[in-house]
C-alpha cells in the first residue's frame, strides 16, 4: 500500500490546535504527509511539523483527536466535523504502523546514498588496541556469520584464536562471545558479553574458558559482574541460560549487581510521565506518584552499580566482565556509565558520540523494537480505552534513556567536567525516538549495512550546532569523577520530563544571559592575554 492510500484526508482547513504546553490556542491548516504531520496558521505566525514516528497513541472523541508523542508532548487538534476528526485520526493511526522498511524508504529514498559514520568500526577498533599486543582486532564475524547483533570486526585477546571465538559464541546467548569495551589505563580492561548456556545439566565450555581467562595474568583476580538477581540468573538455567560455574573459572569472582529489565523500565517512565502532566495535582500526591513510579530508584540503581564497575577497574586494578542475559541493555548502560566516570574523552562532544556510537549501535542496542512504542502507548496497553491505537510493541522499553538520565545526573553534580551541555541529552532522546537522520534506525550493525536507502548521519548534524550543544562551564581535568548515589543526590530531569508541562520560557532566557556571560568572559580573557604579550614583546623591543 502507498502511502497515499493511507491518508484520507491529506489536507483540512479551520483545524484549532491547542495543548497543555500551548499557551494560546491557533486555528489554521493541518497536512498530513507520508512522514510529517504539517499544522500551520498564517493569522497567527504558527507553523508545528511533527515526524510521524513520534506519534505514540492517537485518542479521538467526538470532533477532537489528541496526539501522545513519544517525546512526550500532548497535542490536540478539533475539527470542524466529527467524520473529518474520525478520517484524520484514522489516517495518523496507519501512517505510525507503518513498517520500519516502507518509512525508510520513504524517508530516505531521495538523499545521498554516500555515507560514513566519523565513528566507523575499524576506527573504533583500531583506537581501542592502541597497539597493545594484547589484543588484536578479529574478522571471525565476517558477514554476521557468528554474531547477527555484533559488528563484523571485535577486539579480542590476541593469543586466542578465530576457532576458540567461534566454540565461545555457541555457549553464549545469541553468540555474543567476551568482546573489550574499554582498557584502563592502570592495566585493568573492561568487556562485555551474553550469559552462558550451561542450562540445567551445568555445561562447560573450554574454549570460552580459555578465552576470559587469558584475560588476567597470572595471580590475577577479575570479576564478573551480572546484572541480574540472583534469583534470576539461577532461573535462567532451567531455560538453558545461567552463569559461569566459579570451579571452571577460578581467577573470576561473581558479583550479582541487579537491574529491571526494559519493559519494567517503560512502565516506570509510563508512571513519572503521568505525574508529570498532573500539574493540578498536591504536593502531597506529586510526591506519592513520584515515589510510586521508582523511576528515580532505577537511575540510583543504575548509577550505583557503575560505580561499583568503575571502582573495580580503577582502585582494585581488577578487570570486569559485565553480562545480563542477552546483554543488549543493562549490559551497555553499565559499560557506557562506567566509561563515563573513569575515562575524560567521553565527556566531551566526539567522546561521548563515539561512546554511543560503540556500546550501543556497534554493540547491537535493538532501537527499532524498544522505541517502536512508547510510555503513552505502554500504559493505554493496560488498560481499556477508547484509543484508536490498540497495538503496544511488545518489546519496547527504556533503556537508552535511562543511560541519558544517568549521564544527566553526573552533569549535574560535576558541571564543569562536560563539554556537551544538557540540552544535548535532550536531543540525543529525541532523536533515538524519531529523527530525520537514520542513525538511530535498525536494531544492530547488520540492520544499517543492509538498508538500501540514503543514511544522513546525525553526528554531522550535531557539528553543525556546535554552540547549541556546548557546555560554557567546561573545564577539561584528567580526573576521575565519582557521582553521589545518595537519595538527596538524585533529581527529576526537569528539562526532559516536565518540558511540556511548564513553561520554562524564563528559566532558559536567563540561562542564555549566563551562559553569554561566560563566553565573553572567556573571549576578554583571551584578549587581554594576547594585549599582555604585546605590551612584553613592546617593551623588550624598545629596550
Known amino acids: 500500500m502507498e502511502f497515499a492510500d493511507k491518508i484520507r484526508i491529506p489536507k483540512l482547513n479551520g483545524v484549532t490546535m491547542r495543548g497543555p504546553h500551548i499557551s494560546n490556542p491557533s486555528t489554521g491548516t493541518l497536512v498530513i504527509t507520508g512522514h510529517h504531520l504539517i499544522f500551520s496558521s498564517r493569522s497567527e505566525d504558527v507553523e508545528l511539523w511533527i515526524l510521524n514516528r513520534n ?32 478520517s484524520v485520526a484514522a489516517s495518523i493511526e496507519s501512517l505510525i504502523m507503518t513498517d520500519e522498511a516502507d518509512y525508510l524508504h520513504h524517508m530516505f529514498s531521495n538523499k545521498s546514498n554516500e555515507y560514513r559514520s566519523p565513528f566507523d568500526v575499524q576506527s573504533q577498533c583500531e583506537k581501542l588496541v592502541a597497539g597493545d599486543s594484547m589484543w588484536r582486532i578479529s ?8 554474531c547477527g547483533t555484533y559488528p563484523e570486526l571485535t577486539v579480542v585477546p590476541s593469543n586466542v584464536d578465530d576457532t576458540m571465538l567461534i566454540a565461545s559464541a555457541k555457549f553464549r546467548q545469541n553468540g555474543r562471545f567476551p568482546v573489550l569495551s574499554y582498557r584502563h589505563e592502570k592495566g585493568s580492561v573492561l568487556m562485555r558479553s551474553s550469559q552462558p548456556l550451561v542450562g540445567s545439566s551445568s555445561k562447560r565450555c573450554k574454549q570460552d574458558e580459555r578465552v576470559i581467562n587469558s ?16 534469583a534470576n540468573a539461577t532461573n535462567a538455567k532451567a531455560r538453558g541460560g545461567g552463569f559461569e560455574m566459579e570451579a571452571h573459572y577460578p581467577q573470576w569472582r561473581r558479583v550479582n549487581s541487579a537491574l529491571e529489565r526494559h519493559n519494567v523500565l517503560l512502565d516506570s517512565l509510563s508512571k513519572i510521565i503521568e505525574a508529570c502532566n498532573d500539574t493540578t495535582c498536591t504536593i502531597e500526591r506529586w510526591l506519592n506518584k513520584l515515589n510510586g513510579s521508582e523511576w528515580l530508584s532505577h537511575v540510583k540503581d543504575t548509577l550505583n552499580a557503575a560505580c561499583l564497575v568503575a571502582q573495580c577497574l580503577n582502585k582494585e586494578r581488577a578487570s570486569v566482565l559485565v553480562h545480563g542475559s542477552e546483554s543488549t541493555d543493562a549490559t551497555l548502560v553499565l559499560i557506557s556509565l562506567t566509561q563515563l566516570i573513569l575515562n575524560p574523552e567521553c565527556r566531551t562532544i566526539v567522546g561521548f558520540e563515539s561512546l554511543i556510537e560503540r556500546e550501543w549501535l556497534q554493540a547491537g542496542h535493538p532501537f ?26 511488545h518489546g519496547s522499553g527504556a533503556t537508552f534513556l535511562l543511560f ?22 535532550s536531543s540525543l532522546v529525541d532523536h ?38 556546548s557546555n560554557p562551564l567546561y573545564l577539561h581535568t584528567n580526573n576521575v569523577i565519582w557521582p553521589s548515589v545518595a537519595p538527596f543526590s538524585i533529581e527529576l530531569w526537569r528539562d526532559m520530563y516536565l518540558r511540556w508541562s511548564i513553561d520554562q520560557t524564563h528559566q532558559k532566557k536567563y540561562k542564555k544571559s549566563i551562559d553569554d556571560l561566560i563566553k565573553r568572559n572567556k573571549e576578554l580573557k ?4 594576547k594585549l599582555l604579550n604585546e605590551t612584553q614583546d613592546s617593551g623588550n623591543k624598545s629596550t
Open 55 to 86: 506519534i505514540d497513541i492517537v485518542e479521538k472523541k467526538l470532533n477532537s483527536i489528541t496526539l501522545k508523542c513519544k517525546d512526550f508532548r500532548i497535542i490536540v487538534f478539533d475539527m470542524p466535523y466529527i467524520e473529518q476528526a474520525t
Open 139 to 146: 574478522q571471525v564475524n565476517k558477514s554476521y556469520r557468528v
Open 215 to 230: 584475560v588476567l595474568g597470572p595471580g590475577k583476580r577479575g570479576y564478573i559482574i551480572d546484572t541480574r538477581s540472583v
Open 368 to 393: 527499532e523494537t524498544r522505541h517502536k512504542s512508547g510510555c503513552y502507548n505502554a500504559a493505554r496497553s493496560k488498560v481499556s480505552s477508547s484509543s484508536s491505537s490498540k497495538i503496544f510493541h
Open 404 to 425: 541519558l538520565d544517568c549521564t544527566w545526573q553526573i552533569h549535574n553534580q560535576f558541571p564543569c567536567c562536560f563539554q556537551f551541555s544538557t540540552n544535548f541529552l
Open 432 to 469: 533515538s525516538y524519531c529523527s530525520d537522520f537514520s542513525t538511530f534506525y535498525g536494531n544492530c550493525e547488520s540492520d544499517r549495512k543492509n538498508n538500501q536507502y540514503g543514511k544522513p548521519n546525525l553526528w554531522s548534524h550535531f557539528d553543525q550546532k556546535i554552540d547549541e550543544i
Open 526 to 529: 583571551v584578549l587581554a592575554t
